[in-house]
């Protein structure tokens, strides 16, 4: 077999990738094994693949294919998102660069555009992800807006509402004015905005004066209704009942009195502005005050708003400025740094606007569902990381009713049903409607009942995935849901945990009264090296389908999963990237050594033997300590083990010791033992690195393995060995240590005494003497000239045939002892304070701690040699 000199991922990604999903290794039927299940977070029908995708969809990846790998029946169901706002904008945008406006449309003639748009590219990012090499069941692809999921969300829609838990009301909601629809509380971003506060003069009408009333909204004052201040403020109690004129309005209002006003803040005075302001509305409801919309739906001025009507709002505000300034209205302007509500999807500023909508009581459904709660805090739903548990219980503690509605075409149609003097009922369709309203007595033919404009928000689909992927709501067919729910783990972004894990777990009690899935695993958001959050319009996020284009998608997978620890940000940098080939070019020049060793049928040497059981014991630690970090979800600290596995045991170690020296020939055995470890490497990092493994996998095995190793049985720990199999190994890395110090020549031959040694290194003997290049003596040596190290418990003398300055020895000794004792004490000042302590993560602590060991021992080696030249 011709074997490249250089790894080419372009040249085996497809051919292996094809040949899976040829074989079906990625499909699931329900059978007799236990079944392990993912299901995708849908990606929006507009999304191309991003580096979170790629983070996020490679671990999922490396859970899926490892519980393949062990037994289990491995099911990753993927699909898509119909995202209303987001498509709709995109279809908007397509169809004014052919001249076509939307209102110029019919709703269904602007819904086949959609659907149009979506056959044409509402595929890409799933296709995408195959070159990342997800292991999905394609076959199981499902779209939000597809028949059965529709009939689903419908479904639920009309049983809430059957309930009680769904209503129609009129309150204040948030506004998009650019995607022209409503939204949730947590589809609106707030940001730190510097703006100005103006201070505006509201002169008396049957006073003397004016009030000073400080506002960051100008053009909102035509709507203003009344003027508020705090009872207990002495500057203005006697004005309370009293009149103002509204400026350049000149609309008579009154002032009020509100425990709510802040006397602090600003001049006291605050403009009462009820269609604006959350706060405000809520001041007119308790004094009945009127409400001016002084907003068209766009963001422009309304009629209502009686000047620069038409004009955009943030141009109005100039205006307004302009002429309050002109009519000696305007006393200063200052400076003012607010929060300020953005719409998620359009990052339009947001405003409060009333509206009737559709809400879901969620403080209803809560009562109904205390387990939405108690199965996250008491860990029958485990979040990773932990912390975040106080973020969910907050939000649940604190939930407000979900707006439902959105005032969008693409999307489902909100099931509600009117008649022309306005009543409505909730109905599955146009038949079931027509038989409610004749039960309450409303007679009346088919073609007067219309159906609700709106459609319902993207997420109320969303929050019904793990049950409706798997046709849940179809009561004549349960066996899927049945066998795959609850999932397994759910790998997703913390920036979602409200608007999707939480629905999910509401969903899942309300609808199968069980949880929707048993462990949570929250990605860190990819950063670049300053921090900043990757984003086309900064310019520093890298196209993923380039990176894999020039690394290869294991050397993509690996430096993205080296550096992702759960819950915490992704510091990405293409080094990392780097890395990943880097390693992917060693392990085929490993394989390319293994496959070029020559064989001879003669017993294994004894370091070939010694060589090759001390990577047996290597791996049986590995595996068995990964186990705790993959139950764990600590998924980089898994993948590390096995990368220092491979390069520092297999390649630096392992294969050194079996390889035969120049002439010689490797034993039969050994080249079948080391190629059997080969092998077990190869299925251990599959999971993260799976088309290399492959290729390896199957080239060791000739073409034709009894397993492919994308299904191969996972590698389990076997019994572990008593020893230190680090000693070994470290003994080696000192003698090379002091070669290097003294430049000493790693062909020349050293004399190496140990008195008394320990049982690893009698054991590991051959090994030793192989890698080091020396003649091992346990024995004493009165040898003056020696350098002395720490092995263990015994202490090791190594000759030199050079002669030893020993002033300049003791000097520089003494240096190294002083840097690693401040070492020591800077460590040391870590560990001694408790807040480090109490708030670092254990593992953290923990490596700290090494570090002052590995220092400590450093420091007794060092001591040892110093006193060996006095």
């Known amino acids: 077999m011709e074997i490249s000199p250089k790894y080419n991922p372009s040249e085996i990604e497809n051919k292996w990738y094809q040949y899976w999903l040829s074989q079906k290794y990625f499909e699931s039927t329900p059978d ?33 294919r490892r519980a393949r790998m062990q037994g289990f029946n491995a099911c990753w169901v993927p699909g898509t998102d119909h995202a209303s706002i987001a498509t709709e904008a995109k279809v908007v945008k397509l169809l004014e660069s052919q001249g076509i406006k939307k209102t110029d449309l019919t709703r269904e003639d602007f819904l086949k555009h959609a659907w149009e748009w979506k056959e044409k590219y509402g595929g890409i990012i799933l296709e995408q992800l195959k070159k990342l090499g997800a ?13 059965k999921l529709s009939e689903a969300v419908v479904d639920v829609f009309v049983d809430l509402h059957n309930k009680g838990l769904i209503y129609r009301g009129t309150k204040m909601v948030n506004w998009d004015p650019q995607g022209k629809t409503t939204l949730s509380d947590e589809e609106v971003i707030f940001r730190q905005v510097k703006d100005q506060l103006f201070y505006v003069k509201y002169v008396g009408v049957d006073f003397e004066g004016h009030l000073e009333v400080a506002t960051a909204r100008p053009e909102t004052i035509a709507g203003d209704v009344a003027v508020c201040v705090n009872p207990n403020d002495e500057r203005y109690s006697h004005l309370i009942g009293k009149k103002v004129r509204v400026p350049l309005i000149n609309r008579e209002v009154t002032i009020i009195s509100d425990d709510y006003i802040e006397i602090e803040f600003g001049t006291g005075v605050l403009k009462v502005t009820p269609a604006h302001d959350i706060h405000d509305y809520e001041i007119g409801l308790k004094f009945n005050l009127p409400v001016i919309d002084t907003l068209n739906d766009d963001g422009t001025i309304s009629e209502q708003g009686e000047l620069f009507v038409g004009k955009d709002r943030f141009e109005a505000r100039k205006l307004w400025v302009k002429d309050l300034t002109e009519n000696d209205l305007l006393v200063k302007i200052e400076d003012y740094t607010h929060n300020v509500g953005f719409s998620e999807r359009t990052d339009a500023v947001v405003e409060p606007k009333i509206s009737t909508q559709w809400f879901l009581d969620m403080k209803k459904f809560m009562e109904k569902n205390p387990e939405v709660l108690s199965s996250v805090m008491n860990d029958e739903i485990k979040f990773y990381p932990e912390k975040l548990k106080n973020t969910y219980r907050h939000w649940i503690e604190n939930i407000r009713d ?56 993207t997420w109320f689909s969303s929050w019904l995935w793990p049950i409706s992927v798997f046709d849940g709501f179809d009561k004549d067919n349960q066996t899927e849901l049945d066998y795959y729910y609850p999932t397994n783990d759910l790998v997703t972004a913390p920036e979602i945990m409200f608007f999707w894990v939480a629905r999910m777990i509401m969903a899942g009690y309300e609808y199968k009264k069980e949880l929707p899935f048993k462990n949570v695993y929250y990605t860190g958001i990819v950063r670049d090296k300053q921090r900043r959050k990757m984003s086309k319009s900064l310019g520093n996020s890298p196209d993923p389908l380039d990176l894999i284009a020039q690394f290869g998608a294991d050397a993509v997978r690996l430096g993205m999963l080296l550096c992702s620890p759960a819950g915490n940000d992704i510091l990405f940098d293409e080094s990392q990237i780097e890395q990943g080939r880097n390693f992917c070019n060693k392990i085929w020049n490993a394989f390319r050594l293994v496959h070029g060793f020559e064989a001879v049928d003669t017993e294994m040497r004894p370091y070939e033997k010694q060589g090759i059981e001390l990577m047996q014991s290597r791996i049986s630690a ?64 599959h ?153 670092a993560h254990p593992d953290v602590v923990a490596k700290e701690q090494q570090k002052k060991n590995d220092a400590l021992t450093k420091i007794d080696n060092l001591k040892v040699q110093l006193e060996s030249l006095k």
Request: charged share 25%; hydrophobic share 40%.
């Open 32 to 64: 007799h094994r236990t079944p392990y299940t993912i299901v995708i977070p849908p990606p929006n029908v507009t999304g191309v693949l991003h580096m979170g995708h790629m983070l996020n969809n490679t671990i999922q990846d490396v859970l899926i």
């Open 135 to 147: 292991s999905c069941d394609w076959n199981r692809t499902r779209f939000t807006m597809e028949p």
């Open 402 to 457: 979900w707006n439902i509605s959105r005032q969008l075409w693409w999307g489902h149609r909100i099931p509600a049903w009117y008649v022309p003097s306005g009543e409505f009922v909730v109905a599955h369709n146009i038949d079931a409607a027509f038989d409610k309203l004749v039960e309450k007595g409303i007679t009346i033919d088919k073609n007067q009942i219309t159906q609700d404009e709106d459609v319902l928000d």
């Open 622 to 685: 590995v595996l068995a300590e990964n186990e705790a970090h993959f139950a764990a979800f600590k998924l980089s600290d898994a993948l590390m083990n096995l990368y220092k596995l491979i390069w520092d045991d297999f390649c630096s170690v392992c294969l050194e010791v079996v390889k035969p020296a120049f002439g010689e020939k490797i034993s039969v055995a050994a080249k079948q033992k080391t190629t059997a470890i080969f092998e077990t490497l190869m299925k251990a990092i």
């Open 687 to 839: 999971p993260y690195m799976p088309f290399i493994t492959e290729e390896i996998f199957q080239a060791l095995n000739n073409g034709n393995p009894e397993k492919a190793c994308t299904i191969s049985d996972y590698p389990t720990a076997l019994t572990q060995s008593s020893l230190n199999l680090d000693l070994p190994v470290a003994f080696v890395s000192e003698i090379r240590n002091i070669r290097s110090q003294k430049g000493l020549s790693p062909k020349e031959k050293l004399e190496v005494f140990v008195a008394k040694p320990s049982v690893e290194i009698t054991t590991y003997k051959e090994l030793i003497v192989k890698l080091s290049n020396i003649d091992l003596n346990f024995e004493n040596t009165d040898s003056s000239n020696v350098v002395v190290f720490i092995s263990g418990t015994s202490e090791v003398k190594v000759i030199l045939n050079i002669e030893i300055n020993k002033e300049e020895e003791i000097e520089k000794i003494q240096k190294d002892i002083s840097y690693l004792e401040g070492f020591i004490q800077s460590v040391d000042k870590k560990l001694l304070n408790e807040k480090f302590v109490a708030n």
